[in-house]
Structure formats: C-alpha cells, structure tokens
C-alpha cells in the first residue's frame, strides 16, 4: 500500500489513508478530484482559492451525497463514476475529524450553483496546479496523482 506523507493546513495535522479504509466515524466534510482527461477541474472559493469542490456533509446527507451537491454549486460541475479513494485525518489539538475524498469524471457542466461563494472555475492539468492551487504541499501533490491513478485504471484511455 502505498505511504502518503503527512502535510498541514493552518493548525492542523493532515493525513492520508487511501481505499479501502474507512474513517472510524461519519465524514465531517467530501471532497471530490472531478477529471475531464488529463485535467482537474477547480473551483475559486472566496476565502480559500483555487480548489476542488469540497464542503461540509449536511444533515441527513451522506459524503457522496455532499460531494455531488458541492460539485454543483462551487463549480457547475454534474459528475458520473464516482469512486470513493480514501480520506483524510484532520487533527487540530484533542479533535480528530475526517474527510472523504472521492474520484469522478465530468458529466456535464452547467451554471455554478452558488455563485456569491465561487467566483469561477477552470480545468487544470497537473503541472499547472502548483502555481494556482490554494494549499500545494507534498501530500496534496500526491492525493492529485493518487486520484487520477485509480480514474485511468477504471477507465484506461
């Protein structure tokens, strides 16, 4: 299995643990690497930057659930095959919380959802995400290629 290095976001710790592990307790938030070919599609969050579609999981809501509204509202974005690929350990002091992350294509895009939180979206190839993405580290680089690994498997070319 492959190791993935720790990284940081603000305060806190982050971790990775790809499929098929399963966070001991509901995801706080989804996260979605929605692929057009060999580009990524990236949402500009007010507060946050350039990012894929994330959010946290509602009520009554499951993470894949959360991912496809979010999807939809920060960048427009209707997806098909998705397929669950880890999640991510989010440790800040004594909480522990987790977010599942999860690979699709792109259906279709349409109009963003909510556009007083996105300001726009954009395809992205992977050598292009360094200089946009709002939290580019070692570990964001690799749940990137991690991502679309399992797509090109699914789906060879």
Same mark, same amino acid.
């Given at each position: 299995m492959?190791?993935?290095p720790?990284?940081?976001?603000?305060?806190?710790?982050?971790?990775?643990?790809?499929?098929?592990?399963?966070a001991?307790?509901?995801?706080?938030?989804?996260?979605?690497?929605?692929? &057009?070919?060999e580009q990524? /599609?990236?949402?500009d @969050?007010?507060?946050? $930057?350039?990012?894929?579609p #994330?959010g *946290?999981? !509602?009520?009554?809501?499951?993470?894949l659930d959360?991912?496809?509204?979010?999807?939809q &509202?920060?960048?427009?974005a /209707?997806?098909?095959? @998705?397929q669950?690929? $880890?999640c991510?350990?989010? #440790?800040? *002091?004594? !909480?522990?919380?987790?977010?599942?992350?999860?690979?699709?294509?792109?259906?279709?895009l349409?109009?963003?959802?909510?556009?007083?939180?996105?300001?726009g979206?954009?395809?992205?190839?992977?050598?292009?995400l360094?200089?946009i993405?709002?939290?580019?580290?070692?570990?964001t680089?690799?749940?990137?290629?991690?991502s679309?690994?399992?797509?090109?498997?699914?789906?060879?070319?």
């Amino acid at each position: 299995m492959k190791r993935f290095p720790s990284g940081e976001y603000g305060r806190q710790r982050l971790q990775f643990y790809p499929a098929p592990f399963h966070a001991p307790l509901r995801a706080f938030i989804g996260l979605v690497f929605p692929w &057009e070919g060999e580009q990524v /599609l990236i949402a500009d @969050i007010c507060g946050r $930057g350039w990012c894929i579609p #994330s959010g *946290r999981v !509602e009520v009554g809501e499951t993470s894949l659930d959360a991912v496809r509204r979010e999807a939809q &509202e920060e960048a427009g974005a /209707l997806l098909s095959d @998705i397929q669950y690929i $880890g999640c991510y350990q989010i #440790s800040e *002091r004594q !909480e522990i919380r987790w977010a599942d992350c999860y690979v699709a294509r792109i259906a279709e895009l349409v109009e963003i959802g909510m556009q007083e939180e996105s300001k726009g979206r954009r395809l992205a190839t992977l050598e292009e995400l360094p200089d946009i993405y709002h939290l580019w580290n070692p570990l964001t680089k690799m749940v990137f290629e991690h991502s679309k690994e399992i797509l090109d498997r699914r789906y060879p070319a």
